[in-house]
């Protein structure tokens, strides 16, 4: 399941950066496949660290 959740995770990245390329043309596509994926990656460290808090003050 994980290999498919990677797949679709990545097509969902591509195909934003292509439409976000399409409406902006001065912008690369490789830059945008990068600030979409760090910025993944800065959603699921938040989502981690909060999840971790709720966790450890559970009574």
């Known amino acids: ?9 990545s097509l969902a990245l591509a195909l934003s950066a292509y439409e976000q390329r399409l ?3 001065d912008a690369s596509s ?3 496949i990068d600030a979409a994926t760090a910025d993944l990656v800065r959603t699921r460290e938040l989502i981690s660290t909060d999840s971790q808090s709720c966790l450890s003050s559970s009574p």
């Open 1 to 9: 399941m994980l290999p498919r959740a990677i797949g679709h995770g």
């Open 23 to 25: 409406e902006s043309a």
């Open 30 to 32: 490789a830059e945008l």
